[in-house]
C-alpha cells in the first residue's frame, strides 16, 4: 500500500482525477490534511466534525471524505526534522486537493514562510475568496445582504516573491550604491544608506493567468464586472503594469465577450448641474482624447433666463469637440437646436438608453449631465450594465 511520510494511504478512499479541464470527485475522495500549529490543532478538530457533519447531511451518508494527515510545521520539525518533508508535497499532488491550518514561520531557517513555500513550490498562484453575506449574522451596515464578491488575489507574485536585503549587511549597501549612483544617476531621487533593500517582481505571465481565471469566473457564473485593484497611481511599472497587461488579456482572449472601462468612459455627474458646472464638466471632456458624448438634462433653478442658458450649452458644447448629444428635459430642445447636427432630444430616459446603447463603441467618453429632478442616474447604470453575455472589466486604484 502507497504512504507519505510513513503513513499509509487510507484504503477506504480513491483519488480525485483530472482530465480534459475537469475533475472527477470520487464517492470518498482522498483529502490530505495538515493539522498546523498552535491554534490549528484545536481548530481543525473542530472543523473536521463540521465538515463530516456537512457531507452526511448533503449526500445522506452515501458519500465521505477520506481523511489522510501529511506534516508541516512544528509537528514536521519534530517527527523529521524538516519543516516540509518532501512526502508532504509529493502526496499533495497526487491527491490534488488538499487543506491545512495555521502554520508557524519558522525563526532563522532557509524558509521566510511556511505557507508562502506552499503557494511557490505548487503553484498556487491564486487565493479565490468568496465574499458574502449570510441571513442572521450581525452586521454593523445597513445593506449587508448587497455584499457579495468574488476575491482573485495574486499568491506567488509581487511582495510574494519579494527579495530582500537587510540594513546594514554588506549586500543592501553594494546595493544602494548601485542604485543610487548607476539606476538613479543624475536624478534627485536618492535612497538612504541606512535602507533596508526589497524587490517585488510582477510579470506579464503571472499577472495574465490571475486575471484570465477571474475572467473565466465571472463569465460562467454570470458576473456583471470585474475589478482589477492596484497602486499604479504610485507604482506605474509594476501595479501600473498589472492593470495594462490585464486589459491586454481581456482585449486578447475575451474580446467578444468583454467591454474594458478603458474603451467606453462613462463620466458621471448626475447628481447637479448650472450653467458653470456644467461648463467645467464640458472643459474635462474637452482635455479627453477619443470623441466625446454629452447627456445632457435640465438645468434647474434658473429663472427668467432658463431657456437662453440651456442654449448656451449646445453652444459651448460644439466649441468643445462633443460629436453628439443626447437630451432630456422639458428645456433641452433650446440645447438640441443650438447644438445643431448630432443632437437628438427624447422624451424618457429609456428611449434615451436604448439610442445610446445602439451606437455606443470603444473609444468614446460619455459625460452625463444634469440636475437631480432628471433622474440621470438611471442613464448612468443602464450604461455600465454590461449587455447580456458580456462581462464588464474596469479597475481601481487603491487608496494610500
Given at each position: 500500500m502507497a504512504s507519505f511520510n510513513g503513513v499509509p494511504v487510507?484504503?477506504?478512499?480513491?483519488?480525485?482525477?483530472?482530465s480534459n479541464g475537469k475533475y472527477s470527485v470520487p464517492d470518498h475522495p482522498i483529502v490530505p490534511f495538515i493539522e498546523g500549529d498552535g491554534t490549528g490543532r484545536d481548530i481543525w478538530k473542530a472543523s473536521v466534525r463540521v465538515f463530516d457533519a456537512a457531507v452526511e447531511k448533503a449526500y445522506q451518508g452515501k458519500r465521505s471524505v477520506a481523511w489522510y494527515e501529511v506534516f508541516a510545521g512544528e509537528k514536521a520539525k519534530a517527527r523529521f526534522q524538516n519543516w516540509l518533508p518532501d512526502d508532504t508535497i509529493s502526496a499533495m499532488r497526487e491527491f490534488r486537493v488538499a487543506i491545512k491550518g495555521p502554520l508557524t514561520t519558522p525563526i532563522g531557517g532557509g524558509?521566510?514562510?511556511?505557507?508562502?513555500?506552499?503557494?511557490?513550490?505548487?503553484?498556487?498562484?491564486?487565493?479565490v475568496r468568496p465574499v458574502k453575506y449570510y441571513a442572521g449574522v450581525p452586521s454593523p451596515v445597513k445593506h449587508p445582504e448587497r455584499m457579495n464578491i468574488v476575491i482573485f488575489r495574486e499568491n506567488?507574485?509581487?511582495?510574494?516573491?519579494?527579495?530582500?536585503?537587510?540594513?546594514?549587511?554588506?549586500?543592501?549597501a553594494r546595493l544602494i550604491e548601485f542604485l543610487n549612483k548607476d539606476m538613479l544617476k543624475g536624478g534627485k531621487k536618492q535612497i538612504r544608506l541606512d535602507s533596508g533593500i526589497g524587490i517585488k517582481p510582477m510579470s506579464v505571465t503571472g499577472t495574465k493567468r490571475l486575471v484570465r481565471m477571474a475572467i473565466q469566473h465571472a463569465l460562467e457564473h454570470k458576473n456583471k464586472a470585474v475589478t482589477l485593484v492596484h497602486k499604479g497611481?504610485?507604482?506605474k511599472f509594476t501595479e501600473?503594469?498589472?492593470?495594462?497587461?490585464g486589459y491586454e488579456l481581456a482585449t486578447e482572449e475575451f474580446r467578444d465577450q468583454v467591454v474594458t472601462e478603458r474603451e467606453s468612459w462613462i463620466i458621471d455627474d448626475s447628481y447637479n448641474a448650472n450653467p458653470n458646472s456644467v461648463r467645467a464638466g464640458l472643459d474635462v471632456l474637452r482635455s479627453l482624447?477619443?470623441?466625446?458624448?454629452?447627456?445632457?438634462?435640465?438645468?434647474?433653478?434658473?429663472?427668467?433666463?432658463?431657456?437662453?442658458?440651456h442654449a448656451d450649452i449646445g453652444r459651448y458644447a460644439r466649441a468643445c469637440g462633443v460629436e453628439r448629444l443626447f437630451a432630456l428635459g422639458s428645456l433641452t430642445p433650446r440645447t438640441v437646436e443650438?447644438?445643431?447636427s448630432g443632437a437628438e432630444w427624447f422624451a424618457d430616459a429609456e428611449m434615451l438608453v436604448r439610442r445610446i446603447e445602439a451606437e455606443l463603441r470603444p473609444g468614446v467618453t460619455v459625460l452625463i449631465k444634469g440636475s437631480r429632478v432628471n433622474r440621470l442616474e438611471r442613464v448612468v447604470q443602464a450604461l455600465i450594465k454590461p449587455t447580456p453575455g458580456e462581462t464588464a472589466l474596469n479597475h481601481h486604484s487603491a487608496a494610500s
Amino acid at each position: 500500500m502507497a504512504s507519505f511520510n510513513g503513513v499509509p494511504v487510507p484504503s477506504n478512499g480513491q483519488k480525485v482525477e483530472y482530465s480534459n479541464g475537469k475533475y472527477s470527485v470520487p464517492d470518498h475522495p482522498i483529502v490530505p490534511f495538515i493539522e498546523g500549529d498552535g491554534t490549528g490543532r484545536d481548530i481543525w478538530k473542530a472543523s473536521v466534525r463540521v465538515f463530516d457533519a456537512a457531507v452526511e447531511k448533503a449526500y445522506q451518508g452515501k458519500r465521505s471524505v477520506a481523511w489522510y494527515e501529511v506534516f508541516a510545521g512544528e509537528k514536521a520539525k519534530a517527527r523529521f526534522q524538516n519543516w516540509l518533508p518532501d512526502d508532504t508535497i509529493s502526496a499533495m499532488r497526487e491527491f490534488r486537493v488538499a487543506i491545512k491550518g495555521p502554520l508557524t514561520t519558522p525563526i532563522g531557517g532557509g524558509i521566510r514562510s511556511l505557507n508562502v513555500a506552499l503557494r511557490q513550490i505548487l503553484d498556487l498562484y491564486c487565493c479565490v475568496r468568496p465574499v458574502k453575506y449570510y441571513a442572521g449574522v450581525p452586521s454593523p451596515v445597513k445593506h449587508p445582504e448587497r455584499m457579495n464578491i468574488v476575491i482573485f488575489r495574486e499568491n506567488t507574485e509581487d511582495v510574494y516573491a519579494g527579495i530582500e536585503w537587510e540594513e546594514g549587511t554588506p549586500d543592501a549597501a553594494r546595493l544602494i550604491e548601485f542604485l543610487n549612483k548607476d539606476m538613479l544617476k543624475g536624478g534627485k531621487k536618492q535612497i538612504r544608506l541606512d535602507s533596508g533593500i526589497g524587490i517585488k517582481p510582477m510579470s506579464v505571465t503571472g499577472t495574465k493567468r490571475l486575471v484570465r481565471m477571474a475572467i473565466q469566473h465571472a463569465l460562467e457564473h454570470k458576473n456583471k464586472a470585474v475589478t482589477l485593484v492596484h497602486k499604479g497611481n504610485i507604482q506605474k511599472f509594476t501595479e501600473g503594469a498589472f492593470r495594462k497587461w490585464g486589459y491586454e488579456l481581456a482585449t486578447e482572449e475575451f474580446r467578444d465577450q468583454v467591454v474594458t472601462e478603458r474603451e467606453s468612459w462613462i463620466i458621471d455627474d448626475s447628481y447637479n448641474a448650472n450653467p458653470n458646472s456644467v461648463r467645467a464638466g464640458l472643459d474635462v471632456l474637452r482635455s479627453l482624447a477619443g470623441v466625446k458624448w454629452l447627456v445632457f438634462g435640465d438645468m434647474g433653478e434658473l429663472g427668467a433666463h432658463r431657456e437662453a442658458s440651456h442654449a448656451d450649452i449646445g453652444r459651448y458644447a460644439r466649441a468643445c469637440g462633443v460629436e453628439r448629444l443626447f437630451a432630456l428635459g422639458s428645456l433641452t430642445p433650446r440645447t438640441v437646436e443650438s447644438f445643431g447636427s448630432g443632437a437628438e432630444w427624447f422624451a424618457d430616459a429609456e428611449m434615451l438608453v436604448r439610442r445610446i446603447e445602439a451606437e455606443l463603441r470603444p473609444g468614446v467618453t460619455v459625460l452625463i449631465k444634469g440636475s437631480r429632478v432628471n433622474r440621470l442616474e438611471r442613464v448612468v447604470q443602464a450604461l455600465i450594465k454590461p449587455t447580456p453575455g458580456e462581462t464588464a472589466l474596469n479597475h481601481h486604484s487603491a487608496a494610500s
